[in-house]
């Protein structure tokens, strides 16, 4: 475990920032941005409610802009900071892209894909693998999710009424929110 | 019109639909923790539960149900006789469990202690109640030679076959309704997305894989309607996909399928460039999704924002109307699951009650109509799909996939173990003797030479059996179509395995 640098501290804030703005449209609120030498080449947030489509999680939306300034060679000496552990599907996808490293905030303990439900950032596939260090601002990341839980969704064929249903801010197992672990 | 001539092409493929075993099945976990057994007077039994429940309510999120709460001397299993049996000799005793998370052991001792056996030797020097450790399964058995096996080494266990499988597989009754209902237009379906690979990959714009979308209400619809679905299969589909992985401008320049100016196959196709392999969501079933949600946004204020650029055989389909919802006088019944919310959510009102019959409707319900992501459609694809898009057919809310087993891939998230080959070609076998594993090891992590041998690539990829996890939210059918005669070997145009040619993600 080691501490956050304030550069890294600065990028999981402008995560943070667009899983806010996700948040307040409606979205599940996950937030990222990728950084190239030190510069945000590209911002995402989740997508899907807006545009009926289930895949465009806030990591595609991030790369898909970044690709229309830089091929996608330039991902190879590129970080993704993203507010919750990246799901299978984009964990995944970050493998195909070949990221340089990952650094979330909280886990996700039902659709994790870099070290809760599976392990791709280093399982056998034909990219190389990549490095993953989660815990960064992990707290903040928890309330976020839980804000965005605790509404119904009216989307849904058969909404699941949550009327009694009441913020937990409690948090175990904290370790702080200014450290990185090492997945 | 040429799409017409390539529909009456399509030669269904002949087959089985077999389902796919999930990892659950294939790779069953046994997980072992520790847990006390103590002695108890037997006429003490039915306070002892309730003493200890009271104390220690069970975790419903681990249930332990198949750990039985007592064993009688008879029942202990023979290892742990030495153990338990030199301190109780009385027949009056009977051995109770206090199964994971384990509690305070002097808190366990004073709620114990009322009940123990007076001729046993139930004390330690110190005078608390004994406590012995064994080993137990935390997760149920999966069968009776199982529990029988634990039984008799570890602890006295039930067998349920109801719990079990929950977590196992999908309930039997549905998987097998559907393999049923898809069986006999699979190979049609298959032989069709073939043909949109075949598209993909002689325009330039991707590799030859092709996905086919098919709503099985429709196709219920044609069954109920006692219509000819020989000639009628085609009306069921909402979009077919193909694959457009060079179709992307990255850094504002021309596309890899742009700079490909001559007929045919483009050159990337021949070997693994990751620079050029474009993304998943550029992957024939991506795209299905990609496409889909278009029609699902009609009517939305910026619905044309977005819009996927499509083939010919892509931009044919998702123009088709639905033949069979459009007749007022013989209104299709209200599917059941959309009554229920039909009072307080006018949205959920399905199409085929309000519209009248000169509109042709789109076989894909917008959201305004209830439309909601892929929900309860079924997808057809030529290849094996990658770990990415397997969980992209998850968040979809795809009902089931089927895929050729000759299309199966290194890079799939689907199988969940080996395909049975029947004939003995020892291909990777030899290549085993020959390298040791660590050449092996330090080979893959050179990625950026292209002498990688595609027979010991499949002998490394990982069975993840992504269509149905237990840790997962939403989960999807999965079935294989094993063509009759060929046995994995060969696929629709004699090309042999695709896990024998160049890896790629599909």
């Given at each position: 475990?080691?501490?956050?640098?304030?550069?890294?501290?600065?990028?999981?804030?402008?995560?943070?920032?667009?899983?806010?703005?996700?948040?307040?449209?409606?979205?599940?609120?996950?937030?990222?941005?990728?950084?190239?030498?030190?510069?945000?080449?590209?911002?995402?947030?989740?997508?899907?409610?807006?545009?009926?489509?289930?895949?465009?999680?806030?990591?595609?939306?991030?790369?898909?802009?970044?690709?229309?300034?830089?091929?996608?060679?330039?991902?190879?000496?590129?970080?993704?900071?993203?507010?919750?552990?990246?799901?299978?599907?984009?964990?995944?996808?970050?493998?195909?892209?070949?990221?340089?490293?990952?650094?979330?905030?909280?886990?996700?303990?039902?659709?994790?894909?870099?070290?809760?439900?599976?392990?791709?950032?280093?399982?056998?596939?034909?990219?190389?693998?990549?490095?993953?260090?989660?815990?960064?601002?992990?707290?903040?990341?928890?309330?976020?999710?839980?804000?965005?839980?605790?509404?119904?969704?009216?989307?849904?064929?058969?909404?699941?009424?949550?009327?009694?249903?009441?913020?937990?801010?409690?948090?175990?197992?904290?370790?702080?929110?200014?450290?990185?672990?090492?997945? | 019109?040429?799409?017409?001539?390539?529909?009456?092409?399509?030669?269904?493929?002949?087959?089985?639909?077999t389902p796919i075993k999930t990892?659950?099945?294939?790779?069953?976990?046994?997980?072992?923790?520790?847990?006390?057994?103590?002695?108890?007077?037997?006429?003490?039994?039915?306070?002892?539960?309730?003493?200890?429940?009271?104390?220690?309510?069970?975790?419903?999120?681990?249930?332990?149900?198949?750990?039985?709460?007592?064993?009688?001397?008879?029942?202990?299993?023979?290892?742990?006789?030495?153990?338990?049996?030199?301190?109780?000799?009385?027949?009056?005793?009977?051995?109770?469990?206090?199964?994971?998370?384990?509690?305070?052991?002097?808190?366990?001792?004073?709620?114990?202690?009322?009940?123990?056996?007076?001729?046993?030797?139930?004390?330690?020097?110190?005078?608390?109640?004994?406590?012995?450790?064994?080993?137990?399964?935390?997760?149920?058995?999966?069968?009776?030679?199982?529990?029988?096996?634990?039984?008799?080494?570890?602890?006295?266990?039930?067998?349920?076959?109801?719990?079990?499988?929950?977590?196992?597989?999908p309930?039997?009754?549905?998987l097998?309704?559907?393999?049923?209902?898809?069986?006999?237009?699979?190979?049609?379906?298959?032989?069709?997305?073939?043909?949109?690979?075949?598209?993909?990959?002689?325009?330039?714009?991707?590799?030859?894989?092709?996905?086919?979308?098919?709503?099985?209400?429709?196709?219920?619809?044609?069954?109920?309607?006692?219509?000819?679905?020989?000639?009628?299969?085609?009306?069921?589909?909402?979009?077919?996909?193909?694959?457009?992985?060079?179709?992307?401008?990255?850094?504002?320049?021309?596309?890899?399928?742009?700079?490909?100016?001559?007929?045919?196959?483009?050159?990337?196709?021949?070997?693994?460039?990751?620079?050029?392999?474009?993304?998943?969501?550029?992957?024939?079933?991506?795209?299905?999704?990609?496409?889909?949600?278009?029609?699902?946004?009609?009517?939305?204020?910026?619905?044309?924002?977005?819009?996927?650029?499509?083939?010919?055989?892509?931009?044919?389909?998702?123009?088709?109307?639905?033949?069979?919802?459009?007749?007022?006088?013989?209104?299709?019944?209200?599917?059941?699951?959309?009554?229920?919310?039909?009072?307080?959510?006018?949205?959920?009102?399905?199409?085929?009650?309000?519209?009248?019959?000169?509109?042709?409707?789109?076989?894909?319900?917008?959201?305004?109509?209830?439309?909601?992501?892929?929900?309860?459609?079924?997808?057809?694809?030529?290849?094996e799909?990658?770990?990415?898009?397997c969980?992209?057919l998850?968040?979809?809310?795809?009902?089931a996939v089927v895929f050729?087993?000759?299309?199966?891939?290194?890079?799939?998230g689907l199988a969940s173990?080996?395909?049975?080959?029947?004939?003995?070609?020892?291909?990777?076998?030899?290549?085993?003797?020959?390298?040791?594993?660590?050449?092996?090891?330090?080979?893959?992590?050179?990625?950026?030479?292209?002498?990688?041998?595609?027979?010991?690539?499949?002998?490394?990829?990982?069975?993840?059996g992504l269509h149905w996890?237990?840790?997962?939210?939403?989960r999807a059918l999965g079935f294989e179509?094993?063509?009759?005669?060929?046995?994995?070997?060969?696929?629709?145009?004699?090309?042999?395995?695709?896990?024998?040619?160049?890896?790629?993600?599909?």
């Amino acid at each position: 475990m080691e501490q956050a640098t304030p550069e890294q501290y600065y990028f999981m804030e402008q995560a943070f920032e667009m899983a806010q703005k996700a948040l307040d449209t409606g979205e599940t609120p996950v937030g990222c941005v990728l950084v190239n030498e030190n510069k945000i080449v590209g911002y995402g947030m989740n997508d899907t409610n807006r545009s009926m489509n289930g895949t465009r999680h806030a990591e595609f939306i991030a790369i898909q802009e970044m690709l229309r300034s830089y091929p996608k060679s330039a991902l190879r000496s590129t970080d993704l900071y993203v507010t919750v552990e990246p799901c299978v599907m984009c964990a995944a996808a970050l493998r195909q892209y070949q990221i340089r490293s990952v650094y979330f905030g909280c886990g996700n303990e039902r659709f994790g894909g870099t070290g809760s439900i599976l392990s791709l950032h280093s399982d056998f596939a034909i990219d190389p693998p990549y490095p993953v260090y989660g815990g960064l601002q992990r707290n903040e990341a928890i309330m976020l999710l839980r804000r965005f839980y605790i509404q119904e969704n009216e989307k849904a064929p058969k909404p699941r009424p949550k009327k009694h249903r009441e913020l937990n801010t409690r948090f175990d197992g904290d370790s702080g929110s200014a450290n990185l672990m090492a997945e | 019109m040429k799409v017409q001539e390539i529909l009456r092409g399509v030669q269904a493929l002949v087959g089985e639909v077999t389902p796919i075993k999930t990892v659950q099945e294939t790779q069953p976990v046994e997980e072992y923790d520790d847990a006390y057994v103590a002695g108890v007077n037997v006429k003490n039994a039915a306070k002892v539960v309730k003493v200890l429940d009271a104390a220690f309510p069970r975790d419903p999120a681990r249930p332990m149900n198949h750990l039985r709460r007592f064993a009688k001397q008879a029942n202990l299993p023979h290892p742990l006789h030495p153990l338990l049996l030199a301190d109780h000799p009385s027949a009056q005793t009977i051995f109770v469990l206090i199964s994971p998370p384990l509690p305070d052991v002097g808190r366990l001792q004073e709620l114990l202690a009322p009940f123990v056996s007076n001729p046993d030797n139930a004390q330690d020097p110190a005078g608390q109640v004994k406590l012995y450790t064994v080993k137990v399964p935390t997760l149920p058995p999966l069968g009776t030679a199982q529990a029988e096996k634990w039984s008799k080494e570890l602890w006295p266990v039930v067998y349920n076959p109801a719990a079990a499988r929950g977590t196992v597989s999908p309930n039997i009754q549905v998987l097998n309704r559907t393999r049923e209902f898809i069986q006999p237009d699979a190979g049609r379906y298959l032989a069709l997305a073939h043909k949109v690979a075949e598209e993909a990959e002689q325009c330039g714009r991707g590799r030859k894989v092709g996905a086919v979308v098919v709503d099985p209400e429709i196709v219920s619809r044609i069954l109920d309607a006692d219509e000819d679905i020989e000639s009628r299969w085609a009306d069921a589909i909402v979009a077919v996909a193909g694959d457009a992985r060079y179709s992307r401008r990255e850094a504002g320049g021309l596309s890899t399928a742009e700079l490909h100016t001559g007929v045919g196959p483009n050159p990337a196709t021949e070997a693994y460039n990751a620079d050029l392999e474009g993304g998943p969501e550029l992957h024939a079933l991506m795209r299905a999704a990609e496409i889909i949600a278009y029609k699902r946004r009609a009517g939305d204020p910026e619905a044309e924002t977005d819009k996927p650029s499509l083939s010919p055989l892509e931009t044919y389909f998702l123009a088709q109307t639905d033949s069979t919802e459009s007749d007022p006088q013989d209104p299709s019944p209200v599917p059941e699951k959309y009554q229920k919310t039909s009072h307080d959510h006018a949205q959920a009102i399905p199409i085929s009650t309000s519209v009248p019959a000169d509109k042709p409707t789109s076989r894909i319900r917008p959201r305004s109509q209830g439309g909601y992501l892929c929900t309860d459609l079924d997808v057809y694809i030529n290849r094996e799909p990658c770990v990415c898009c397997c969980m992209g057919l998850l968040l979809s809310r795809f009902r089931a996939v089927v895929f050729p087993q000759t299309g199966r891939m290194v890079t799939g998230g689907l199988a969940s173990e080996p395909a049975v080959r029947p004939v003995s070609v020892p291909v990777s076998a030899a290549a085993e003797d020959e390298h040791e594993y660590e050449n092996e090891h330090s080979k893959r992590q050179n990625k950026d030479t292209h002498d990688q041998d595609y027979a010991e690539e499949a002998e490394q990829r990982l069975y993840y059996g992504l269509h149905w996890r237990k840790e997962l939210n939403w989960r999807a059918l999965g079935f294989e179509f094993i063509r009759d005669g060929e046995c994995g070997f060969g696929d629709e145009s004699g090309e042999g395995r695709a896990e024998d040619r160049v890896a790629f993600y599909a």
